[in-house]
């Protein structure tokens, strides 16, 4: 009787393990007079992480003139069509650095190899500025819309080019989603 409970028992670790793994599920058995064909599809979710790392330069509206900056956006893409997630980033020029934190929607307009895209990140922003010789802090909003195309490099690498329009100036958009 041990024995028979201990097989019992190694065979039920067994499944769950088997479980975890991701083992090709079977669907659509069929039976025939002698064949027995199964089907077997690999379960996969519609939902993917993505990530996303972009340099900034272009023209600010501040006195400077000119805007350097890095963002890192990661979040969950939904479909070929819609991505959402949460960034941080860095911005300069000149005097003044912003740190804005943000939601970022981005939705493609094309399936194909060269994906066009429309971005908008909402959100705040830590700001340190010079004002008259002294630092200044404050913190406040953070709007940035931008188009733009993915271009796949391999499987899982796209390198993103496009443009940009905030509060703080008018940038170009280097980048890669892995």
Known sequence: MKKIIFILVAVLISFTAFAQRGIPRTDNVSVSSTVVKRTT??????????QMAEFQIGYSF???????????????????????????GYNANGWDTWIPMYMQ??????????????????GC?????????SRETDFG??????????????????????????????????????
């Open 62 to 88: 501040d006195s400077a003139g000119y805007l350097i900056g890095v963002a890192y956006t990661a979040g969950c893409r939904f479909s070929n069509w819609f991505f959402l997630g949460c960034g941080v």
């Open 141 to 178: 909003f953070h709007g940035d819309f931008s188009i733009g195309v993915e271009i796949p490099l391999n499987k899982k690498l796209n390198f993103i080019v496009g443009v940009g329009v905030s509060q703080i100036g008018v940038p170009i958009k280097l980048g890669i989603t892995f």
């Open 105 to 122: 929607m981005r939705g493609y307009f094309s399936k194909k190899s060269l994906k066009p895209y429309a971005a908008l990140s909402l």
């Open 41 to 50: 599809r690999q379960s996969e979710s519609k939902y993917r992480f993505q």
């Open 125 to 133: 922003a830590y700001n340190s500025y010079c004002y008259y010789l």
